[in-house]
Each structure stands twice: as structure tokens, then as C-alpha cells.
């Protein structure tokens, strides 16, 4: 495999979980009346700062979508998502107070921190285990949004086996 195969095959997989984290942001956004368009130049609410938060990441996904893959600037796009999910489910919970809803937010504070581990130092997007735990954990944190009826249909994540070939597994 070229460096060029890899980095479009890593792509993929940050991008499946960068959709993915996003995607559960939106809903949960939705869930805890975050108007998107609530956005702040500097925000000053917690519904400010999630409605901020999911305009960059909205960007930072059409960037995703366009030039030459970078496993570093992918890995941080997926790790940005993942953070705006957890800054959403940061609302949700202080607006429901459900044991529920608690685990979920803990969830979504383990898949940004795990995304954020994938994107850090060395590792720079490339680190198969390290991508494989931030799948992992973004696909609990679905599952526990899911959980709390916080609005999220499905996880966009995605793990191909080590050829790239096809899925490893799913959930």
C-alpha cells in the first residue's frame, strides 16, 4: 500500500467517525433546543457555544470532503466533531438530569477524549489501535445518546480490517 492509499484509507475512517460524532451532535443539539443558528460570535451560553461549536465542525467537515488526505488534519477534524458532540451533550444533560442522559454524556466525554488521543503527538491520525478505540468509543457514545432518547438514529463509524478491504466487525 502507498503512503497516498493509506492516508485516503485513513481518511475514510476519520471521516466515517468525524460524520458520525457530528451527526450526534445535531441530534443532540436538537434534543436540548440548541437552534443551530443561536451561534455567537462570542458566546456567552452553553447553547451559544454548541451552536458555534457545530458551525465549525460543519466547516471543518467540507474540508474533510475536499484536497488531499492528511491523516494529522483528518484525525483533528474527527476530534473536533467528537469534542462539539460532547459540548452538546454537556446541554442535553444539564437540561434533562436523567441517569440516562448522565451516562451519555459520559460517553460522549470518553469518544472526544479518545478522538483526541487518535489526533495528538506522534500519533498524528496513523495509530491503528488508537483509531480503533475512538471508533470504538464513538460508536458507545451513539449507542448511549441512542439510550437517553436524545434523537440519534445511527453511527456512520465504520472499521475496515487491516487490508482496508472491508469491515472488521460491526455493531
Known amino acids: ?6 492516508a485516503g484509507t485513513l481518511r475514510k475512517g476519520h471521516a466515517a467517525r468525524a460524520h458520525s460524532a457530528y451527526d450526534r451532535a445535531v441530534a443532540t443539539c436538537g434534543y436540548a433546543g440548541v437552534d443551530p443558528a443561536a451561534a455567537e460570535p462570542v458566546p456567552t451560553t452553553p447553547a451559544g457555544r454548541a451552536a458555534g461549536a457545530l458551525r465549525l465542525s460543519a466547516r471543518s467537515l467540507d474540508a474533510l470532503a475536499t484536497g488531499t488526505p492528511d491523516p494529522a488534519a483528518d484525525a483533528r477534524c474527527a476530534r473536533n466533531a467528537a469534542a462539539t458532540a460532547a459540548l452538546a451533550a454537556q446541554v ?14 459520559r460517553a460522549a466525554l470518553t469518544a472526544s477524549q479518545a478522538a483526541a488521543a487518535a489526533a495528538a503527538g506522534s500519533a498524528a491520525g496513523r495509530d491503528a489501535s488508537l483509531n480503533a478505540a475512538a471508533d470504538d468509543a464513538e460508536e458507545r457514545a451513539v449507542a448511549a445518546a441512542r439510550e437517553a432518547g436524545w434523537g440519534v438514529s445511527c453511527s456512520r463509524t465504520r472499521r475496515t480490517g487491516p487490508s482496508g478491504s472491508g469491515p472488521a466487525s460491526t455493531t
Not at 1 to 6: A, F, V
Not at 92 to 105: F, I, S, T, V
Open 1 to 6: 500500500m502507498t503512503g497516498l492509499e493509506d
Open 92 to 105: 442535553a444533560d444539564a437540561n434533562d438530569g436523567r441517569e440516562a442522559g448522565h451516562r451519555a454524556l
